[in-house]
């Protein structure tokens, strides 16, 4: 059930969309589902900016149907029910509810079938379960269910009930299907709610259960940003447990912002405030110093990355160094032990096997081979205003300081340009470049200044 838009978020952006550990909720949930059944079993019921929803997770092979008005939960099972059609039991999910594990959904269907029931839900005992459905049982110990009670509905006596609704069940489809039509909107949102199938099929004489989550935090929903960012953490918490887990070592975890698809190889360390987004890859033996945030970047083993820098969309071989506050942009391929330094800006650009670019430069559009040395202050001028050009630094190259490379212009292996030239001419192999005026040195000038001042004084 995806079609809600989440009014109590206060957002422009449907709920389903909105993203906790850098991933949609909804493609938590997909994820989840998707491992206890193949995607084209997974009807996702979408509504509110359908297009949208439908084109953020559309590649994930689910189908979808379309809840055109959102009348409710309830209302929202009606829609789907020509796509479920051929199905003799359904799983219910709810959009909204992210964190949920594949082995407790396969937990549910297994009971749910081991029961027989008509109905099954998923329940738990969170901390504070305001604002949930309450679920009445037969008895305290029994797993039947009597009915779920919404929390507008609550009596003051069951006002005292901590067992929620998730959200999440199984049905008997046709169970399911014979009694839908018979809910009703006599409730304080006038919504068809599908949660008042248990009183109903308790009703018919049908079985209603309830098995409760492992922990509560996986069935706890997204009504608001702050129970969103309440998950965001709990998501985050857990993803660096695992990274640890798997040998990686992460120094103040609470500190560190890691999102769902991050990959992290064994004896690496990742130091306190470092945030790795996306489909970052960072293999192993390598060390994250402080404040350095990579995203949807590659990096290789024993890469040392110091503090403060920004990586995005580049890729990074073994052994090479990077930082402090170096911006790789995307399209940057920094080579085996390559070396980037302080204030040096890349962009689309590769730096061949042990090139280095240390101090306060700017590489954009440029084919860097090995073996070269780029030194302080160069700049590839690749911007006419109109087109970008591109700059060719062929191995063994060593560029002075303060050089500027009006691109497009190739330096030739083994050539050697002057500090602070301006290069407009490609440089042939071997050769040295100098582009700057010539330096005049007028003898004793200074010192005469010095003493003409000193004698206007007296
Ligand atoms: C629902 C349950 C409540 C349970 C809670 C658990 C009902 C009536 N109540 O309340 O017992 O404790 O979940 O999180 O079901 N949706 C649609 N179409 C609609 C309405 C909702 O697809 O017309 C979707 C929403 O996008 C969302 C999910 O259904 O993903 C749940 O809807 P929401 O309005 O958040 O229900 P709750 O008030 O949280
Ligand atoms: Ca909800």
Redesign the pocket.
């Known amino acids: 059930?995806?079609?809600?838009?989440?009014?109590?978020l206060k957002s422009k952006r449907?709920?389903?969309l909105h993203e906790i550990g850098g991933k949609l909720?909804?493609t938590h949930v997909i994820h989840a589902a998707a491992q206890v059944v193949a995607p084209r079993d997974i009807v996702v019921?979408?509504?509110?900016e359908a297009d949208k929803v439908r084109a953020a997770v559309g590649a994930t092979g689910v189908r979808f149907v379309l809840?055109a008005?959102?009348?409710?939960?309830?209302?929202?099972m009606m829609?789907a029910r020509e796509a479920l059609q051929g199905y003799d039991a359904i799983l219910v999910l709810?959009?909204?509810?992210p964190l949920i594990r594949p082995e407790t959904i396969g937990g549910v269907r297994d009971f749910h079938l081991a029961n027989r029931a008509a109905m099954t839900l998923l329940t738990a005992i969170p901390a504070d379960p305001v604002?949930?459905?309450?679920v009445l049982r037969k008895s305290a110990r029994s797993t039947e269910v009597k009915a779920?009670?919404?929390?507008k509905a609550l009596s003051a006596a069951q006002n005292k009930i901590r067992e929620?609704?998730?959200?999440?069940y199984a049905f008997n489809a046709k169970d399911l299907w014979t009694n839908i039509d018979r809910l009703k909107t006599d409730?304080a949102?006038k919504?068809?709610?599908?949660?008042?199938l248990a009183a109903m099929l308790v009703k018919a004489k049908k079985k209603v259960v309830a098995i409760p989550a492992q922990t509560a935090v996986e069935?706890?929903?997204a009504?608001t940003i702050a129970e969103m960012m309440d998950l965001d953490r709990s998501f985050r918490e857990n993803k660096v447990r695992q990274l640890m887990a798997a040998g990686v070592s992460i120094y103040r975890p609470e500190t560190v912002t890691i999102d769902a698809e991050v990959q992290v190889g064994a004896d690496t360390i990742i130091e306190p405030f470092v945030q790795l987004f996306g489909n970052t890859r960072i293999g192993e033996d390598c060390r994250i110093r402080s404040y350095s945030v990579i995203s949807n970047s590659e990096i290789a083993s024993a890469v040392t990355i110091r503090p403060g820098c920004i990586l995005d969309e580049a890729r990074v071989a073994c052994g090479a160094i990077i930082g402090p506050y170096s911006h790789l942009r995307p399209g940057s391929d920094i080579g085996e032990n390559a070396h980037v330094g302080n204030f040096v800006e890349t962009k689309k650009v590769r730096l061949g096997k042990g090139s280095k670019a240390n101090h306060l430069t700017y590489l954009g559009d440029a084919e860097i081979g090995s073996g070269v040395n780029v030194g302080a202050g160069t700049i590839t001028c690749n911007y006419d205003g109109v087109n970008k050009h591109l700059t060719r630094i062929e191995d063994g190259v060593f560029v002075g300081s303060d050089s500027t490379l009006v691109a497009p212009v190739t330096l030739g292996k083994g050539a050697y340009v002057a500090a602070s030239s301006c290069i407009t001419d490609d440089v042939p192999a071997d050769s040295l470049a100098i582009a700057r005026s010539k330096q005049t040195n007028k003898d004793g000038w200074a010192r005469a200044k010095r003493e003409a001042r000193t004698a206007a004084k007296k």
Not at 131 to 134: C, E, I, L, N
Not at 148 to 151: L, S
Not at 164 to 168: E, P
């Open positions: 059930m995806a079609a809600g838009k989440g009014t109590r449907p709920k389903v909720l909804l019921i979408i509504g509110h809840q008005q959102q009348l409710g939960t309830g209302h929202a829609a709810s959009g909204d509810v604002g949930y459905g309450r779920i009670v919404e929390q929620i609704n998730s959200g999440i409730n949102h919504e068809y709610y599908l949660t008042d069935v706890l929903g009504n």
